[in-house]
C-alpha cells in the first residue's frame, strides 16, 4: 500500500460518518487479493455525506458492483487501461470511483465526458486523500487566506509526492475539492 492507514485513524478524522470494511469472503468474491484485500477486510474506506464523499462495498457481494469493461466500452466509456472488470467502491457527487481488482488501481468514472481516469494508485491512497481532505476543512477554517492556501498547498505535495494521481488529470475531482479547500469555501 502506498500509505499506511488504520481504521482506528478513519473513524476518528473529523467528518467521517462511516467507515466501511468487507467480510473477507465478499472480498474474495469480488476478486480482490494482495494489499487490497487486506485493506478491504481490515482498514476499510471512509465517507461523509456532507461533502458527497461515500465510499465502500455491501457486506454481501452484488454482482451490480462489477463492472465489465466490454460493457462499459458499449455504453461510450474510454477506460485508458482496459480494465477486464472494476468494482464500484462508490463516488463523489456526480463521478464515481471503481477499483481494478486485479492491480488495486482506483479509477474515476468522469460522468460528463465518459472518460475512465486513473485516480488512485491504491485504495490506501483513496482512504488517505479523502481523510487528508475532511481533516483539513475544519482546521482550515479560521486560518487568514494567504495560510490557508500555503497549507493546502502543502498538502497536495505531501499527497503527490507519494501517489501523483488524485492530481494529475484535469477532470480529477479532487483537484476541485481542493482548490475549494485552498480559497475557503468550506469556511
Known amino acids: 500500500m502506498l500509505f499506511t492507514v488504520d481504521h482506528d485513524t ?3 478524522t473529523t467528518l467521517v460518518d462511516e467507515v466501511r470494511r468487507l467480510p473477507e469472503p465478499t472480498a474474495r468474491a469480488y476478486g480482490f487479493h494482495g494489499g487490497t484485500l487486506d485493506f478491504l477486510v481490515r482498514t476499510g474506506l471512509p465517507s461523509a455525506d456532507v461533502y458527497d464523499l461515500w465510499f465502500g462495498l455491501p457486506d454481501a457481494f452484488d454482482p451490480g458492483y462489477v463492472w465489465a469493461y466490454a460493457e462499459q466500452a458499449d455504453q461510450g ?5 482496459r480494465a477486464e472488470t472494476v468494482v464500484k467502491l462508490g463516488g463523489f457527487l456526480t463521478n464515481s470511483v471503481a477499483v481494478d481488482p486485479r492491480t488495486g488501481v482506483v479509477y474515476q468514472y468522469t460522468e ?9 494508485g491504491d485504495v490506501s491512497s483513496l482512504a ?9 476543512v475544519d482546521s ?9 492556501r500555503r497549507e493546502v498547498e502543502a498538502l497536495v ?18 483537484i476541485e475539492l481542493f482548490d475549494n479547500l485552498e480559497c475557503g469555501l468550506y469556511t
Not at 488517505?128 to 483539513?136: P, V, Y
Open 157 to 174: 505535495t505531501r499527497i503527490r509526492h507519494v501517489d501523483p494521481l488524485p492530481f494529475r488529470h484535469e477532470h480529477s475531482t479532487w
Open 140 to 148: 482550515l477554517a479560521e486560518h487568514a487566506d494567504a495560510r490557508r
Open 112 to 120: 460528463g465526458t465518459k472518460r475512465v481516469i486513473p485516480l488512485h
Open 128 to 136: 488517505h486523500t479523502t481523510i487528508a481532505f475532511l481533516g483539513h
Open 10 to 12: 478513519l473513524t476518528q
Open 77 to 81: 466509456w474510454v477506460h485508458p487501461d
